[in-house]
């Protein structure tokens, strides 16, 4: 769900942050999509598209974002990868 919001994103825009995670940048030159995990802080527009997208309050997104991210760093200590669907 977050994931296909992501992706459809990035399809007209440029960049999406993760909170406490990292951004997605896609590359103007080569469409192709980066993760830079130094650009995370809150920029609202994650939270604000899942609210939109499920019709939620943006604090109850930021929970939602919250768990996603978590369950992302768990799979990345167990794993040591996570597959973004849609993305890479």
Known sequence: MINDIISGYLKNNKRIVIPE????????ADQSIVFIPFLNQEDGVLSNLIAENLGIEPTN????????????????????????????
Request: glycine share 12%.
């Open 21 to 28: 995670l990292g951004a997605f940048l896609r590359k103007s």
């Open 61 to 88: 997104a930021q929970q939602l974002i919250k768990k996603y991210t978590e369950s992302i760093k768990s799979t990345l200590s167990t794993k040591g990868e996570f597959l973004f669907e849609g993305i890479g």
